[in-house]
């Protein structure tokens, strides 16, 4: 029987989400674009929720994400703190070993 295997990643800590793929791609995005309002605009998301998921994750790991400069005449950013960075690289492996997997099971058929 042929079929297409699908999965769906995201990381808990004590049954509460930290990390899937709409919180990885606003991290991504943070860091592409220097900015948590752009990063939003671009991920389809508003501000508010952004800084909400962000909150939340730090909350919840215990750690700074996002380091951010206050707008005015200089302007504002936000940049990715080392921890985030690492999350992202641990989660970009968790991901990648799933896709390997699928396409190695895809091929076993």
């Not at 808990?12 to 995005?29: A, H, P, Q, S, T």
């Not at 501000?47 to 005015?72: Q, V």
């Amino acid at each position: 029987m042929k079929y297409n295997i699908k999965f769906k990643v995201w990381l808990e800590k004590d049954g509460d989400i930290v990390m899937g793929l709409g919180r990885d791609k606003l991290l991504r995005e943070i860091d592409r674009l220097g900015s948590i309002s752009k990063a939003a605009k671009e991920v389809g998301m508003s501000y508010k929720k952004a800084w909400s998921f962000i909150k939340t994750m730090e909350k919840r790991l215990g750690i700074k994400l996002i380091e951010t400069k206050r707008g005015g005449k200089g302007g504002g950013g936000a940049s990715l703190t080392d921890d985030a960075k690492k999350l992202l690289r641990d989660f970009e492996k968790i991901t990648d070993a799933f896709e390997k997997l699928t396409g190695k099971l895809s091929e076993d058929e």
